[in-house]
């Protein structure tokens, strides 16, 4: 599924050294909670387990900055919330848990105070490409988010520097491309339609 000579982001079967884990396919979620409080970000997506590590430098810079960026438009205007991974989303049996990079959830449909988990389709999701996660991000949650009906979906490679924008169709319920930006261009949402980012601004800055 993914190079198993990178640990960020695997698929596993068998994450500790404990008998009984179930086979590939058939994680649930009280499996999850069986998981060892170990630091890591583990994931169940239609019952496949998927486990990543601390990410990079240029990982977390672009979360940091997508996350204070949307989040100052978000609180300015009281339309909701923008969190970041680590938290738990429960898309149904499709993906519970999940935990993306960055999300908006509506005002309306905010976790609880104290909630643990959020129970629900985020508007918007972002998860941003490490080298061991492009099959994940790309094919893996798409589908999921896609059939869960979340709104809109980011793409954000740190490496490549650019942003691809997805929106769900009403006529098909499958995601478009809005745009792939790059270098010097802006990034405009359907989900925060006043919200305009510049992609330099997302990225770690080149040496000049």
């Known amino acids: 599924m993914m190079q198993q000579t990178s640990t960020e982001q695997l698929s596993i079967d068998r994450p500790v050294d404990e008998k009984k884990w179930p086979k590939r396919g058939q994680w ?6 069986r998981l060892p409080d170990d630091g890591k970000r583990y994931e169940i997506i239609n019952g496949v387990l998927y486990m990543a ?12 900055k997508l996350a204070r960026l949307l989040d100052e438009h978000v609180e300015q205007h009281k339309l909701g919330v923008v969190l970041v991974a680590p938290f738990e989303i429960h898309l149904s049996e499709i993906a519970k848990p999940v935990q993306p990079d960055v999300f908006f959830i509506p005002a309306e449909r905010q976790p609880k105070m104290g909630g643990k988990y959020f129970e629900g389709v985020p508007d918007l999701i972002i998860e941003v490409i490490s080298p061991s996660s492009i099959r994940t991000d790309r094919y893996i949650k798409f589908a999921a988010y896609e059939l869960a009906g979340v709104r809109e979906y980011w793409l954000v490679d740190p490496r490549l520097r ?3 924008v997805y929106t769900r169709s009403s006529d098909t319920a499958e995601y478009e491309l ?6 010097r261009e802006q990034v405009h949402s359907s989900v925060l339609p006043d919200v305009v980012l510049t992609v330099d601004s997302v990225f770690v800055p080149l040496p000049t």
Do not use: K, M
């Open 178 to 183: 809005e745009g792939q930006f790059v270098r």
């Open 28 to 33: 649930t979620y009280a499996d999850y909670l």
């Open 162 to 164: 650019f942003i691809e």
């Open 53 to 64: 590590n601390a990410p990079s430098y240029n990982h977390q810079f672009a979360v940091t």
